[in-house]
């Protein structure tokens, strides 16, 4: 099993910036392709961004387009996410999913892991 675990969500206002950090554990980190989601209330889960195995390859939802930015650390077994110029619609929780192999996700089919979300609110 790879366990991850997703943080550094919060209030923040529109225009501001936050990083999330999802932690992996228990399987060799590497060998996953691994992105982000988001469900805001109400909502069906969404697509925001994925990364290769590399981290020399990304794709972003074009919602975040140019605002967040993804990658990955794999000597710390950790994917990131840097959000800037927030909006009220990013308000969402966020979650971190991991698939083995090559390639890079772009939807959430075929993903082998999810981290339990955390939660990112942007006041207007």
């Known amino acids: 099993q790879l366990q991850l675990v997703e943080s550094g969500g919060g209030l923040v206002q529109a225009g501001g910036s936050l990083r999330l950090s999802c932690a992996a554990s228990?399987?060799?980190?590497?060998?996953?392709?691994v992105g982000w989601f988001r469900q805001a209330p109400g909502k069906v889960r969404e697509f925001v961004g994925s990364i290769n195995l590399s981290g020399r390859s990304t794709y972003y939802a074009n919602s975040v387009k140019g605002r967040f930015t993804i990658s990955r650390d794999n000597t710390k077994n950790t994917l990131y996410l840097q959000m800037n110029r927030l909006k009220p619609e990013d308000t969402a929780v966020y979650y971190c999913?991991?698939?083995?192999?090559?390639?890079?996700?772009?939807?959430?089919?075929?993903?082998?892991?999810w981290g339990k979300g955390t939660l990112v609110t942007v006041s207007s």
């Open positions: 999913a991991a698939r083995s192999g090559i390639g890079i996700i772009s939807r959430d089919v075929g993903i082998d892991y």
């Open positions: 228990g399987r060799t980190f590497s060998n996953y392709a």
